[in-house]
Each structure stands twice: as C-alpha cells, then as structure tokens.
C-alpha cells in the first residue's frame, strides 16, 4: 500500500525539548519533522532554554514557542489544556533525567510536565544525558515506570559524550527520530486501511447507555452507565463501513460521525426500537445497553410526597431485549455484553448459552480502573460453540481500542460461519 502523505500533514506533534547540550539536535529534528509534511509546536523547559533560544525554534516550526504554564495570555482560553488536545503525538527530545522523574512521578509543576498528564496522545520521550546518569538505578526505576505507562522510549545511542564520557546517553540522530515518527504514522494509516471494510454493506444496530424507568414525573431509577462503550463501538462499525443505527439511552454524549442515532428513554422504549430496526432489516446486534432489569409497576401521576419514614414501590421485571432479538425467526448476527462484579466469565459464558448469543463481551466493572465511567475498559470475548473460536483476552486500552478489536472479532465470527457454511454446501 502506497504511503498517502495527506495523512502525515494533517498530524499535529508537539516536541518538547528539555536541559541538556542534546538540545541543538531539537532544532534539526523540527527540521526534519516538517520536511515530512507534520505540523509542529514546540515546548521548551527553563533548562531548555539555558541551551538554546525561543527563537530558533520558532523560526524553524513557524509557531510561537511555549515555555510557561501560567502564561497570561494562552490562559485566557485553558491554553496548556488546549496545547494538549491539539497534539497527535507528545514527543519528547531531547528527554532529560528530571523531566523523566516528573512523569514517573506524575508532577504538574511545568508547562510540560502539565502537558504529558494532560494529553491523550501518544507519547514519546527521546533521553539523553550522561552514561552514569542513565546507568543510575533511579533512572532506570522511573524509565520502567514510563514504559509500564505506556510511553515510548526511543532509546539512547553509545558513544563519546559532551562532558568526555564514553558509553549510552546520547540522543539519536534527528533524521532517526524524524524517520520513526513518520513510520509510527504509516503504520496507524496502513492498520486503520486494513480494517476499513470489515463490516462493509452490513446494517449493524446498537442499544447504548442506561435506561430511566419512571416513579414519578420527577424521579426514576437508572445506573451508572455513560454509554461511552457503545458509542465507540457504534464509531468503529462505521469505521469498518457498516451502515450504523444507534439506539441511546439518557446519555450525553456527541453522535459519532455518520451514525444514525436514535434516543429512548426507558427499556420498553429501547424494545420496540429495537424491534423497528430489526423489521427494517438488520444484520448484527449489539446489545451494550445497561437496561434497568425492573420498572415501577404503576407510574405515579404525580410527584410522590415525602409523607412517612418508608415507601414502598412495587416493581416488576423488564423484558431481556437482547434475548427477544435472538429469539426471531430472522435473527441477526447477535452480540451481548455483560457487565459482572463476580464470576464475571462464569456469568458471561451461562448467559451466553441462556440468551442463545453468538457472541459475548465481558467486563468487570467492580474494578475501579475499568467500566461504566472510566475512559479505559478490559473485556473478556466468548464466541458460541458452533464458531469452535477460543476466547479472546482484549487488555486495558482505550474504549476507541477495544471497540476496534470487538469489530475484528465480529469479522472473524461472521467469515467464520460464512466459511463453515460454504464447506458445508460443497460436501
């Protein structure tokens, strides 16, 4: 696949230089870093700046130079937060010993230090310093760290160093560095190409969010689901060329790009949405919705007054809307998602079978890093027996991420049985 350059000028790469006589390499890196096509901002550090000036780096990148956290002027508009959501890429280079400790141990006292818990970005830290700093335990400790984290470490070259000592410390050459950036960024376009299309000229529906089941016109009962899930999921499955419905519960969150989106309220609503799309044709369901498994048997009209130390509300159970679904003659490809604080495989692998799924991702949202509110999940994948597919294991990442593997697990069933079936025909 030929490299298409429109990408790289669209991507945005803050780099950050720190203290230390590896900072003249900054220079020729934005440089390089442009010839490529990138748009580029500088961040300088006060240590930075004791080596090199503002002003060639403006010149270089053709943007003003960022040096100070509290600077009167960006602040007006959160600049330091602004900087960091423009970013694609946080590139730190030269990375000195301080700067590395800052991040390991999560300090806010600088523009950038700020900038690097504040970017969702990528990030990458280039060190360099003296062969025995490297060496040091310290520094190796809060290098581990980082990379726990999940920053990556270009790491240094061997050989004579500016203070006369011999051995690994030295930032690699800018063209090195240039060259890594743009082939990270190669890679991204080449993966997002090859999943484009995996759900091509499918009509994929999608139930995402809580339910609200009415007391009374001014209370309800819910949970803690942000819908965040499903949203990404309903993102990737375009993504992948599929033609997306969007059912939503009361969430406030934007509609992703080319998804039709339709919004409901309590679990009988999503039903008989849910029920719609499916007549109108549908070929894979996704149930990600955290539906309330109760409603109030009998709505009050009007607001209930606080008149004693108890109420009493009877509830009754609420139809299973991914069970329904998979329950019609033309059922679609069905995905269920189980969100379990125990047992959470033992419980998702019996609804499974229970709910007769062809699919099933699991979550436990007792842990506190991973679930309803969290930006991050972890999911545990389970495929029906006819598929004879092993479970798969999708690690802590971003929902954008794991919504991407769950469409690439989607693909893998569905070629899966389209593959069995096609054997079948020909015995």
């Not at 999940?150 to 800018?174: K, S």
């Not at 606080?306 to 998979?326: R, W, Y």
Request: hydrophobic content about 45%.
């Amino acid at each position: 696949m030929s490299f298409d350059l429109s990408v790289i000028s669209s991507k945005n790469i803050i780099l950050a230089v720190t203290g230390g006589i590896a900072a003249y390499k900054s220079a020729i890196l934005v440089r390089r870093l442009k010839d490529y096509g990138f748009n580029v901002r500088v961040v300088m550090t006060q240590g930075a700046q004791a080596f090199i000036t503002p002003l060639t780096f403006q010149a270089l990148s053709g943007n003003p130079v960022h040096t100070e956290l509290l600077d009167p002027a960006a602040e007006a508009g959160m600049g330091h937060i602004e900087l960091a959501r423009w970013a694609d890429l946080l590139l730190v280079a030269p990375a000195s010993c301080d700067t590395m400790a800052k991040f390991a141990a999560g300090l806010a006292d600088d523009l950038l230090s700020t900038l690097y818990l504040a970017t969702s970005a990528p990030v990458w830290v280039a060190p360099a310093m003296n062969q025995q700093m490297w060496a040091a335990r310290a520094t190796q400790r809060n290098l581990n760290t980082l990379v726990d984290d999940g920053v990556h470490v270009i790491m240094p070259d061997a050989g004579a160093q500016a203070c006369g000592d011999v051995g690994l410390g030295r930032m690699p050459e800018p063209e090195d560095v240039a060259r890594q950036v743009m082939q990270y960024f190669h890679r991204a376009q080449r993966a997002v190409a090859e999943k484009f299309g995996l759900l091509a000229g499918q009509h994929v529906v999608i139930t995402a969010g809580p339910t609200r089941e009415a007391i009374d016109p001014v209370r309800y009962i819910s949970n803690h689901s942000t819908g965040k899930m499903g949203f990404a999921i309903a993102a990737a499955c375009y993504a992948a060329g599929a033609k997306v419905t969007l059912i939503a519960g009361p969430v406030s969150l934007e509609t992703p790009n080319g998804v039709r989106r339709i919004n409901t309220a309590s679990a009988l609503n999503m039903l008989d949405e849910s029920m719609k799309q499916l007549k109108e044709g549908c070929d894979i369901f996704i149930a990600t919705a955290a539906v309330a498994d109760y409603r109030v048997a009998q709505i009050a009209e009007h607001k209930i007054k606080k008149t004693g130390d108890e109420l009493q509300v009877s509830l009754v159970k609420n139809p299973d809307i991914v069970a329904a679904i998979a329950q019609q003659q033309k059922r679609p490809f069905m995905v269920g998602f189980a969100a379990e604080t125990r047992d959470v495989e033992k419980y998702a692998s019996e609804k499974l079978v229970a709910k007769k799924l062809d699919m099933i991702a699991c979550n436990d949202v007792s842990r506190p890093d991973i679930g309803f509110a969290s930006d991050e999940n972890a999911m545990m994948v389970f495929f029906a027996a006819q598929y004879q597919m092993e479970k798969r294991e999708l690690e802590k990442a971003s929902k954008q991420e794991i919504a991407q593997q769950l469409v690439e697990a989607i693909h893998d069933a569905l070629h899966y049985e389209a593959g069995s079936a096609q054997s079948s025909s020909l015995l």
